[in-house]
């Protein structure tokens, strides 16, 4: 990741548009966009810290925009934050990663999506909308996880909307020769379809919204004795109090299609491989074992070791950016609630994480943060500006 140089910011979202009527416009967008990039890289989350940052360090800000009227008050931030439409910042955003990253060969590309808990009251989560109620903000996300940078942003209205958004994203992003990965939310014939035209490969949780081709898959490992044979995968040391081993298991299409009707694997395209991870967990305090079975289909035609490879990574998307934005950056704890503000600057924290972690240092994203805060030089390291 230290390899990595992140085009201007100052220029790749100047073309932002200008949500306000130039009569009511006393700060420019791109002085508040700089001030809450620059705040994100120091680890300020409100809007008030933001502004009092900004106050601090306004003869730094000045160096790179004017700031002729000075900092903004934390409301009009908020304002201007919740006005700008999330479609085009997204796409700035996409824009600018897409100019300064270039995906290696065969890179998986993890999709998951994640909603900011609190971007929503409890009683507007709690009440129909037909009667006033809202739900809180929903986002799907495009992760790479061999160089530890969030690709895509996409606001859905919910989490079954995924299905939905997935090819728009994918209008937007460069995953050519990629492989994607998708829990079994994105098991669907339409996602598919819109992968391979995309140009990408595929490794998909198969679970029972599926439920003809996941009992076909169930009852073909449970008859396949000449199946390739079994992988063993077990983690060198205890993670987390408990030691797991994974049996991976891969079939051919074709003899699973044996299992199901005719029709069950039409429409698949370019459906090669099923998979087959029986996971055992022994807690070590208690010695108690935990099993698990999962499933996947894919259009690679792998072996075992490298499946077992993918459905591993695409756990990243879970620890090393969503448990990253709750725990470091405090997402899920965030109130933003005007308008478009969560889901906005939602996208101002990931352009942060992908800064940061651009950083060589091998120190925690914390210390980074704290090292932004404090040395206006480091800061302008960060944000390559």
């Not at 990253?324 to 965030?334: I, K, R, T």
């Not at 060589?360 to 500006?385: F, G, H, T, V, W």
Request: net charge positive.
């Amino acid at each position: 990741m230290s390899s990595l140089t992140f085009s201007s910011f100052l220029e790749d979202f100047a073309s932002v548009p200008e949500p306000r009527v130039v009569r009511s416009r006393k700060y420019e967008l791109l002085e508040i966009l700089l001030l809450c990039l620059s705040a994100g890289v120091s680890g300020y989350e409100e809007w008030e810290e933001v502004v009092d940052f900004g106050r601090a360090k306004l003869a730094w800000l000045r160096t790179y925009l004017p700031y002729s009227a000075g900092i903004p008050s934390h409301d009009t931030v908020n304002r201007v934050m919740s006005l700008i439409d999330p479609r085009a910042f997204e796409k700035c955003f996409i824009g600018w990663v897409k100019r300064s990253v270039t995906l290696p060969s065969g890179a998986q590309i993890c999709f998951d999506g994640k909603r900011l808990r609190r971007s929503a009251s409890a009683r507007q989560q709690q009440t129909a909308h037909a009667d006033g109620g809202q739900s809180a903000v929903h986002l799907l996300h495009a992760w790479c996880d061999e160089l530890g940078v969030c690709i895509g942003q996409y606001q859905t209205p919910d989490k079954a909307n995924e299905i939905t958004a997935l090819p728009a994203l994918l209008e937007l992003l460069d995953v050519r020769g990629c492989v994607v990965s998708m829990d079994a939310m994105g098991c669907q014939k339409s996602v598919v379809t819109a992968l391979i035209q995309a140009g990408a490969d595929y490794v998909l949780a198969l679970k029972d919204n599926q439920p003809t081709l996941s009992a076909a898959t169930k009852t073909a490992f449970a008859q396949a004795a000449a199946a390739e044979p079994a992988a063993i995968f077990t983690d060198p040391k205890p993670l987390h109090g408990r030691l797991e081993t994974r049996t991976v298991r891969v079939l051919p299409a074709h003899l699973v299609q044996v299992h199901a009707p005719k029709e069950a694997l039409a429409g698949w395209e370019k459906l090669t491989s099923f998979v087959e991870v029986s996971a055992s967990r022994t807690i070590i305090a208690t010695g108690q074992v935990q099993t698990e079975t999962r499933y996947y289909l894919s259009s690679l035609n792998a072996k075992a070791a490298e499946f077992q490879r993918i459905i591993r990574r695409h756990w990243g998307i879970e620890n090393r950016l969503h448990w990253v934005l709750d725990v470091v950056c405090g997402e899920d704890q965030s109130r933003k609630r005007t308008q478009q503000a969560a889901a906005n600057f939602a996208l101002i924290r990931k352009m942060a994480l992908n800064l940061l972690r651009a950083m060589p240092e091998k120190i925690s994203l914390n210390r980074k943060r704290n090292n932004c805060s404090l040395a206006d030089d480091y800061r302008q390291q960060c944000l390559q500006i």
